[in-house]
């Protein structure tokens, strides 16, 4: 089926080690996202995409990196995990018009 | 600075009556407006958005929103709520049209419904 792919879908990680949230979309879409989910705080942006070869910093991108592989693919990278970094990860596609996002099914991480 | 405001963190209705979960927002110029319904252990799924034009809009589950420009809000909206519509609500809203689309979520509404 079309949409949003992440991988894996629950990871737990020591503090310190590192990772990376892989996400693949098959829509064609231009743009790409990643958001952190947290109890009482909605979503926040931690980086974007807005076209192949390209990302910038959403509202919180410390202890994170990205790399826009593709069209398709968009890794989200935590080098030194902390436990500040326990959350729920998702990924988010768009096309350049305001159709909205189609998201991926998520990444529960925990972070001892 | 942009944001969204969902007031509720929590919406509790009987089955069959009508729900509303509130949302107001703080951007600048005409920005673009979207209601996302969060199932438990699953990602975002959307429900409607508001463009342009009729301020009334329809969406996915009998859902609609009423976008009131003057006070800024956009409010979900079903008549006849279903146990089957419990779950977490976001309201979101995109002032970046030129820059890769980004939204601006609020922090949620859990809706619970009662038989």
């Given at each position: 089926?079309?949409g949003?792919?992440?991988?894996?879908?629950?990871?737990?990680l020591?503090?310190?080690?590192?990772?990376?949230?892989?996400?693949?979309?098959?829509?064609?879409?231009?743009?790409m996202?990643?958001?952190?989910?947290?109890?009482?705080?909605?979503?926040?942006?931690?980086?974007?995409?807005?076209?192949?070869?390209?990302?910038?910093?959403?509202?919180?991108?410390?202890?994170?990196?990205?790399?826009?592989?593709?069209?398709?693919?968009?890794?989200?990278?935590?080098?030194?995990?902390?436990?500040?970094?326990?959350?729920?990860?998702?990924?988010?596609?768009s096309?350049?018009?305001?159709?909205?996002?189609?998201?991926?099914?998520?990444?529960?991480?925990?972070?001892? | 600075?942009?944001?969204?405001?969902?007031?509720?963190?929590?919406?509790?209705?009987?089955e069959?009556?009508?729900?509303?979960?509130?949302?107001?927002?703080?951007?600048?110029?005409?920005?673009?407006?979207?209601w996302?319904?969060?199932?438990?252990?699953?990602?975002?799924?959307?429900?409607?958005?508001?463009?342009t034009?009729?301020?009334?809009?329809?969406?996915?589950?009998?859902?609609?929103?009423?976008?009131?420009?003057?006070?800024?809000?956009?409010?979900?909206k079903?008549?006849?709520?279903?146990?089957?519509?419990?779950?977490?609500?976001?309201c979101?809203?995109?002032?970046?049209?030129?820059?890769?689309?980004?939204?601006?979520?609020?922090?949620?509404?859990?809706?619970?419904v009662?038989?």
């Amino acid at each position: 089926n079309a949409g949003v792919t992440q991988t894996p879908k629950f990871q737990v990680l020591k503090t310190g080690q590192s990772m990376t949230l892989q996400c693949a979309q098959d829509m064609n879409h231009n743009s790409m996202y990643w958001y952190r989910q947290d109890p009482g705080m909605g979503l926040r942006l931690i980086y974007y995409s807005a076209s192949e070869g390209t990302t910038d910093k959403g509202e919180v991108p410390n202890g994170y990196n990205v790399s826009r592989l593709n069209k398709r693919e968009f890794s989200l990278r935590l080098e030194s995990a902390a436990p500040s970094q326990t959350s729920v990860y998702f990924c988010a596609s768009s096309d350049l018009e305001p159709y909205g996002y189609t998201f991926g099914s998520g990444t529960r991480l925990t972070v001892v | 600075a942009q944001s969204v405001a969902q007031p509720e963190d929590q919406v509790n209705v009987a089955e069959g009556n009508p729900l509303t979960v509130k949302c107001t927002y703080s951007v600048s110029g005409n920005p673009y407006l979207f209601w996302y319904v969060q199932y438990p252990n699953r990602g975002l799924q959307f429900l409607l958005k508001y463009i342009t034009g009729d301020n009334l809009v329809k969406g996915s589950y009998g859902f609609e929103a009423e976008f009131n420009k003057s006070q800024t809000s956009f409010h979900l909206k079903k008549p006849s709520a279903l146990v089957s519509d419990s779950a977490l609500y976001f309201c979101a809203v995109s002032p970046y049209y030129n820059q890769g689309g980004k939204l601006i979520f609020g922090q949620g509404t859990e809706l619970s419904v009662k038989p």
